[in-house]
């Protein structure tokens, strides 16, 4: 048996495995061979393990039941009455037991990266009744680390940036590898660093792996990225160790290194001097090799010899020089420009000043072409004055324009009529002197805006446009009126003395000093003995009474003609009537009632009063058979209650009533234009409602003495007359045909049929010496006795 206080045994098995292709590993001690393996059994003691026990195993795989090592107790006399049993971490799925020899086996391979140490408890038990013949025995197993895993870049691949031009040995990034194996135990996790693919540009330093540039001063501009392939290797890089590698992305960032530089010493532009100001006259630009913020640059005009004729600004996005015209171009002053540009570095280096001057010059030549320009106004806006009793074709002032080309064309000058849509005034084509066409009213229109075209001559597209602007000065030629419509109350118990009205005056006219109205009353009312007035000298006068006892039942109203004066020259005057209505007031002098009074009617007796009344009745009842009568000979004889009259159409199949027809019109008389008018003759032949023409009734000329085109008309109109006054004509909507076809012509008839019916004076004798051709007509026409074919 295994003593309570037994030794503690500490065992150390180095194994070594080679995975074999049947899954067979073999083990041994430290310093022995594989195939010694076979010999442990027989040649090596086994040993007693106490309570806690190590067994170190190397960091690699065991497969298919490999010893590890033997356990044995005291009590155990090979009978076969004791049975080992193993539990913990591991048992029956990585290690395992012989139940009777005591044999431990892995089955499995061990990995340190994946578990390190195994705790194992092992026990000897009676194999019948199962229970314990030794205490329990617990070791541990620890698995021994080997080189099994290569260093591994975790954050790569790499991206870096470092500045162009920068001094050597700048560092660019730091890389770090890791690797799984033991870095306490030998030097499977000792890494170093090198570089396999960038250099010269750029090193890495072995133990820390921090790259920096191996050159100094690399250009971006030249080659602005740069690949690195850096290896980590364990075993401090010795032979046998194990590498892994990663890529680095260098980038070369920019810097202020390049100046601007223009391609050429000299630009020419060519504009139409038509171009309008704040356009962008050219485009120029500097190539700088920079890019960013460090290719901004500025512009500016150093020198030129229009100062203040252009400006040049910077586009953002394409960083270019944009050349803007300030004020307009005239070919005809001067046809080119001249310009010397400085385009400069917006952030310049200090580190970089020592390479050169950052700017650049050139210089840009403008050449104006020239275009047809449309004729000027001398003054764009001409302030004319005209009186407002201005006679029509007064002269009130002249425009004038030229061609500013140098062709310098005739011009023709016209109104815009759309200024001046009433035609008021007219423009002399060739001199450009407006006058007056219509009297002006300057209380209609005080201001007049006329747009004058001036048009060239040769070319009629060019158009100049200018301003007139007619003032319209004032004359008294409005007379002053009441301000308002004023609605006087006059009360009857009214004291002599009492204003009852305050007026004032308005006057259309505005003359220059302000108005200045004199009030008076007018010459007929002059001295009546009702009112008064009394001028306020301020343009207002009071109307005041000059007794009391008005009464309204014996004169409700009092008309007051009052006279207004205006201050003008000549003075304009106008009499206004004041309406003066009598009212019953209360004590405060507040009107209750105006206007006449209504009396009762008396001293008729009742009898009159019923006589009255059935008088009114009795003319109803006449009325209301009068329209009943009339309403019933147009209805007709069968009547459709249902019918919807407007809806209903109505169909006359009348072909006709032959001579009756006449009742419209009589053509034979219509024809006759000699009649003599009769108010007793028909009135659808001598009508006698008025005519277009307004003669007296006594002069009315006959329609023979009118000419043809005016009776026709006259006639027409008169039956039209007749049509609207008859009450039994057809409906409005009705159509009369008169069939009326005046005197003739005085060449008459040209029928030929008309003509051999009727004897001529025409004599055709001269169609026989014609020749046979004529023969016909001549036989036709000619004098005969008879023997023609209508003869």
Known sequence: MFPEQSFIWTLIIDLWVEMCKICNFSSGLVGQKPSDHRLLKRTRPIKYLSSNSSFALTDHRFMCASLLLQLHSDVDKGDGKVKYVLSGEGATSIFTIDENTGDIHATKRLDREAQAYYTLQAQAVDRITNLPVEPRSEFVVKVQDINDNEPKFIDGPYLAGVPEMSPLGTMVVQVAATDADDPTYGNSA??????IHGQPYFSVEPKTGVIRTALSNMDRETRDQYVLVIQAKDMV??????SGTTSVTVTLTDVNDNPPRFTHKSYQYTVLESLPVQSVVARIKAADADIGSNAEMDYRIMDGDAPGQFNITTDENTQEGMIILLKPLDFETKS?????????????????????????????????????????????????VVSEDAKVGTSIGRVSAHDPDTSNNAIRFSIDRNTDLERFFNVDALSGVISTAKPLDREANSVHNLTIFAIES??????????????????NDNAPVFAIDYETLLCENAMPGQVIQTISAVDKDEPLRGHRFYFALAAPVAGNPNFTLRDNKDNTASILTKRDGFRRRQQPVYRLPVLIVDSGS???????TLLVRVCDCDSDGVALSCGAVAYTATG?????????????????VMVLLIVTMRRRRKEPLILEEERDIRENIVRYDDEGGGEEDTEAFDMVTLRNLNVIRDPSVRRDVTPDTPTFFHYPSASRPPYKSLPDNVVFREFIWDRLKDADVDPSAPPYDSLQTYAFEGSGSVAESLSSLESLSTDSDQNYDYLSNWGPRFKKLADLYGNSDGTGVFS
């Open 570 to 576: 000549p003075a304009l005057s106008s009499t206004n």
């Open 458 to 475: 040769q070319d009629p597209t060019q158009i100049g446009r200018g301003v007139a602007l007619v003032t319209v000065q004032d004359i």
């Open 336 to 384: 080119s420009f001249s310009l010397r540009i400085e385009a400069t570095n917006r952030n310049i280096d200090s580190n970089f000043l020592s390479l050169g001057s950052f700017s650049d010059t050139t210089s840009v030549k403008v050449t104006v072409e020239d275009v047809n320009e449309p004729p000027v106004f001398s003054k764009a806006l001409s302030e004319l």
């Open 604 to 620: 008729l007796s009742t009898g009159a009063l019923l006589a009255i009344l059935g008088c009114i009745i009795t003319l109803l």
């Open 237 to 242: 890089g010795q032979m046998g160790g194990l």
């Open 190 to 195: 000792r890494v170093v660093y090198s570089i």
